[in-house]
Nanobody, 129 residues
Framework: QFPLVESGGGLVQSGGSLGLSCTRS????????IHWFRQSPGKEREGVSC????????NYTDSVKGRFTISRDNGKDTVYLQMNSLKPEDTGVYYC??????????????????????WGQGTQVTVSS
């Protein structure tokens, strides 16, 4: 059983939008940076975005800047990734991961996966051309 649970994936046409969620019942996400990763067919898993515990910092990989928005609601222990203007190259399995950061230092996207204490099982996003 995976500690985190992603939802919201699906099939969408190029230019469309999807919203992903990351949560886990009974688990407080508050002290954690939450990161989104994706793994596209034939490629290594890559970092997409991250957000600090207090939402005072967020970062994105260059290919999604201006199109994706990460946010969180600590009261609901949920982190969101709103994806707009989707492209076929956004296709992949999207994962969320948690990095313990109780002092809300800035987050950096991706990096050594050994930094992340918790992962989800992933949700499939498919963008058709």
């Amino acid at each position: 059983q995976f500690p985190l649970v992603e939802s919201g994936g699906g099939l969408v046409q190029s230019g469309g939008s999807l919203g992903l969620s990351c949560t886990r019942s009974g688990f407080r996400l508050g002290p954690y940076n939450i990161h989104w990763f994706r793994q596209s067919p034939g490629k290594e898993r890559e970092g997409v975005s991250c957000i600090t515990p207090r939402s005072d910092g967020a970062n994105y990989t260059d290919s999604v800047k201006g199109r994706f928005t990460i946010s969180r609601d600590n009261g609901k222990d949920t982190v969101y990734l709103q994806m707009n203007s989707l492209k076929p190259e956004d296709t992949g399995v999207y994962y969320c991961a948690a990095e313990y950061n109780p002092l809300s230092f800035p987050c950096t996207v991706g990096g050594d996966e050994g930094r992340y204490e918790l992962w989800g099982q992933g949700t499939q996003v498919t963008v058709s051309s």
